[in-house]
């Protein structure tokens, strides 16, 4: 089974940077997710990782490291619009996606 | 931007009653999935369907659920008799094949309210 783990809350100031910490276990890996859900809105795909180390896309960054099971979500230049959830996911095998229970963050001004 | 499609936004039904929810994949996709989310709990895999059959199911995936693709287009899910613990948003998705980046892309989700 997968087991995913992310903090609850966090909150910072517009213009900040916010790291979001995502630990796994899972039986095989194949990748990891980061996904973005605004309030009753759908999630929307951030970044993939499937090899160790940074891939940057613009304000955000996602880092992973495979040995020891933990990812993170860099957000730069934070924005009142960054204000939602933000979703670590694994894919399974046969590619059903394992969600963590979300970070909701909170950008105030 | 191709997008996933999904209806009725809302759907509110009366416990026991029969409900289907609909989906539109993304055309070239072939793997479809759907997941709920409890209303503050994490997103749950329900399904995942490929080659007209279903590839995996959850635990909460139980005989009260089915899925269908009746055409080339439309994916559906079906809950038989809905129960007051089946209020969710309910949301659809698909992928490509293949390995590697697999994201899949969500469809809006349909909120059901079962009273």
């Known amino acids: 089974g997968q087991n995913i783990d992310q903090p609850t809350e966090m909150t910072a100031t517009e213009g900040a940077i916010v790291q979001i910490n995502c630990t796994y276990q899972?039986?095989?890996?194949?990748?990891l997710f980061w996904y973005q859900q605004h309030a009753g809105e759908a999630p929307t795909f951030l970044s993939y990782?499937?090899?160790?180390g940074l891939e940057e896309k613009g304000r955000f960054s996602s880092f992973l490291s495979r040995s020891k099971g933990y990812s993170y979500l860099l957000l730069k230049e934070l924005q009142m619009k960054d204000s939602a959830s933000y979703l670590c996911?694994?894919?399974?095998?046969?590619?059903?996606?394992?969600f963590g229970a979300g970070t909701t963050v909170t950008v105030r001004a | 931007e191709p997008e996933v499609t999904q209806t009725p936004s809302h759907q509110v039904t009366q416990m026991g009653q029969e409900v289907i929810l609909r989906c539109v994949p993304i055309?070239?996709?072939?793997?479809f999935y759907w997941y709920r989310q409890i209303l503050g709990q994490k997103v749950e895999f329900l399904v995942s369907?490929?080659?007209?059959?279903?590839?995996?199911k959850s635990e909460i995936f139980d005989d009260q659920f089915s899925v269908e693709r009746p055409d080339g287009s439309n994916f559906t899910l079906k809950i038989r008799s809905t129960k007051l613990e089946d209020s969710a948003m309910y949301f659809c998705?698909?992928?490509?094949?293949?390995?590697?980046?697999?994201?899949?892309?969500f469809g809006p989700g349909t909120r059901l309210t079962v009273l």
């Open positions: 055309s070239n996709h072939l793997y």
């Open positions: 369907f490929y080659n007209n059959e279903i590839s995996e």
């Open positions: 996911a694994v894919p399974s095998n046969d590619y059903k996606l394992s």
């Open positions: 899972t039986s095989g890996f194949n990748g």
């Open positions: 998705a698909s992928s490509e094949p293949g390995l590697g980046e697999h994201e899949q892309f």
């Open positions: 990782n499937v090899l160790d």
